[in-house]
């Protein structure tokens, strides 16, 4: 029996693993397909969508490409750029000569020398050297600072006059000589025509610091004048070194602990710095993308650049070119894909370098994957569980069949030791009562009454057997009739103690009215009684209670015996099964009392179930459906 359900399982285990394969091998193809066809499906939606996007952007760059003229003088084409670049849509504007060089907006002028264009002034200059002097060379403080006085006097040239004014502020603001170093810098920051920025805005860095010394509020307006400066036309003063001077106030500014409003307007002034310099990295990146196109047949109108801007321009006369970098933000586009760099799957924008449309994954395809991943997951795993209830189903049917044979091995071996010892007993005696060697009458007696027995104790031993398996063979009914259990209760007790000679105490109040068959019911008393007896040690203290309770009515035997094991007292009622204790195992039994009580139960719809007593011992108790009237009710 084992090998054929393991024969079982194993092929139905070999079907599975080869429909599982299958099952994998068509999903697999399956997929390649779904997404051959999305991916087919979402090229042709780019290029149409590339297609749509053009129209877009010829719209949206229509009007700024139309506002430069073809042709006119250059003073026409700066005046048109600067009203385009005055447009909240558009980065930059700007204009190309022929040879690709930024014609617009016009480079700034070259940065002079600081003293350049100033008239020296012998006197002044030996007055500055001998400050100098003074301050490094003897480290007399107080005379190089009468010095670089003496040098700054404005009967001397300007030249003379800013540099001995700038030394005379750092000595003095070196000696805490605040207000003098104060009044120092601003002459010299007066005079002084910005042409080398970087000495200049260290001048007035300084001079900031000191008067923030001092007041904190007019320290701070101070440094922020200085950072306007150097923003939108004003920076033009600085020439082509306005990034680096801007680059040093941030610096020193990053330490400075600003008032809200001036934290506000300073936050507002790196704002419009990095605007600016955006502005100009977009016009000097869209000049040269326009320098390497616009030479070429059928140029692209429109170029990406990075940072989310878009170049756009026409050509002039002569090959020059002008045109605008818009802001994508500006340009409300919501088109049905995504600009991107061109390659892969991504769709190119006709005239348009470096834009390319890629629309983004539907998820059908994806969503039909998953779908066919989860059926096959969900059949592979109903499976697996129909594979796993089986093999379990398998195993527990061998292991009871196992265990049943078993059980069989020792009821056969349990019975036949039982019935050998009363045949064995009845034959010794018969022998010697036929032999005539007893001659005294009531030693014959005796030996009869032991026969007796012994043949009352088979008899009933065969009876016991033979009701078990009219019961498991269906021969027997239970005929349930509405009575009184209490008394079924007290009879079953003294028919035991009449027989066995143990007395059994009766708790049964009258009348407690149950549906039951009186000779079932004295058959599972009697052998609950026997097994109370049998298994108690020393003098027996066995008890019938009978109650009920919730419409139920129960009959309890109590014992003060060796009691039952947790773990089995469900088992107790299986057939031919015995506990493992060794008391249990000494004491003689065929294991069949208990099961027939568990049959008898069952015929009656009730249950029978074992529970610990209370002080040692067991009590098993019997539940019978309560009886409501006194009509008949047919057995099972």
């Not at 089995?568 to 009622?573: L, N, P, S, T």
Request: aromatic share 6%.
């Amino acid at each position: 029996m084992r090998r054929a359900h393991l024969a079982i399982f194993g092929g139905v285990l070999l079907a599975a693993s080869g429909l599982a394969v299958l099952a994998a091998r068509s999903l697999g193809a399956q997929r390649v397909v779904i997404e051959q066809a999305a991916a087919e499906n979402a090229r042709r939606a780019a290029t149409a969508a590339a297609a749509e996007w053009r129209a877009r952007l010829d719209d949206a760059a229509r009007p700024c490409l139309e506002a430069i003229p073809e042709s006119g003088s250059a003073a026409q084409l700066a005046a048109a750029l600067a009203r385009l670049e005055a447009r909240e849509d558009v980065a930059a504007a700007f204009a190309l000569d022929r040879n690709g060089r930024l014609t617009w907006p016009p480079p700034p002028a070259p940065v002079r020398g600081f003293f350049e264009g100033f008239p020296a002034d012998a006197d002044a200059r030996a007055a500055l050297a001998r400050g100098y002097r003074a301050e490094f060379v003897d480290s007399d403080t107080a005379a190089a600072l009468r010095e670089y006085e003496a040098a700054g006097q404005p009967v001397y040239g300007q030249s003379v006059r800013v540099e001995a004014k700038l030394q005379e502020a750092a000595l003095a603001a070196k000696l805490g000589m605040a207000d003098r170093a104060i009044r120092a810098y601003d002459v010299a920051l007066a005079m002084s025509r910005f042409t080398e920025p970087e000495r200049a805005v260290a001048a007035w860095l300084e001079r900031a610091r000191l008067r923030r010394e001092a007041n904190a509020a007019e320290g701070e307006a101070d440094a922020l004048a200085l950072a306007a400066s150097l923003s939108g036309s004003d920076a033009a003063r600085y020439g082509t070194a306005a990034e680096p001077a801007r680059a040093k106030v941030a610096s020193a500014l990053a330490a400075w602990s600003f008032s809200a409003p001036g934290r506000a307007r300073w936050d507002g002034i790196a704002a419009q710095w990095e605007r600016e310099r955006a502005a100009a990295d977009s016009r000097e990146r869209a000049a040269g993308l326009a320098a390497a196109l616009v030479r070429q047949k059928d140029a692209p109108v429109f170029a990406a650049l990075d940072g989310g801007l878009l170049a756009a321009w026409r050509t002039r006369p002569g090959g020059a070119a002008a045109g605008v970098v818009l802001r994508r933000a500006r340009l409300s586009l919501r088109g049905p894909g995504e600009l991107v760099p061109p390659g892969g799957d991504a769709a190119p924008v006709p005239g348009a370098d470096g834009l390319a449309v890629a629309l983004p994954p539907s998820g059908e395809a994806a969503a039909t994957i998953r779908r066919q991943r989860l059926l096959y997951a969900a059949g592979l795993a109903v499976l697996l569980a129909a594979l796993a209830a089986g093999l379990w189903a398998s195993f527990r049917a061998v292991r009871r069949e196992a265990e049943l044979a078993r059980l069989k091995g020792d009821f056969v071996a349990q019975v036949s030791h039982e019935l050998k010892t009363p045949l064995a007993l009845v034959r010794m005696y018969a022998e010697t009562l036929e032999s005539g060697k007893i001659a005294d009458e009531g030693q014959k007696a005796e030996y009869m009454r032991v026969i007796l027995r012994e043949s009352e104790r088979l008899s009933a031993m065969i009876e016991k057997i033979l009701d078990f398996a009219r019961l498991e063979r269906g021969e027997r009914t239970v005929d349930r009739r509405a009575g009184d259990l209490s008394e079924a209760a007290r009879a079953a007790a003294a028919a035991f103690t009449k027989l066995s000679g143990v007395p059994v105490a009766v708790d049964a109040p009258s009348p407690v009215r149950a549906a039951f068959d009186a000779d079932g019911v004295a058959l599972a008393l009697r052998n609950l009684l026997e097994n109370a007896a049998k298994y108690s040690e020393g003098t027996p203290q066995v008890g019938v209670r009978v109650s009920e309770r919730n419409g139920t009515a129960s009959v309890a035997v109590e014992d003060r015996g060796i009691g039952v094991a947790p773990d089995d007292r469900e088992r107790v009622f299986e057939r031919f099964f015995r506990a493992a204790d060794p008391r249990a195992r000494r004491t003689k039994g065929t294991g069949l009392g208990l099961a027939l009580v568990a049959r008898v139960m069952q015929g009656h719809g009730g249950s029978a179930r074992c529970e610990p007593r209370q002080g040692g011992g067991s009590r098993f108790i019997l539940e019978f459906p309560r009886s409501t009237d006194a009509a008949d009710h047919p057995g099972r």
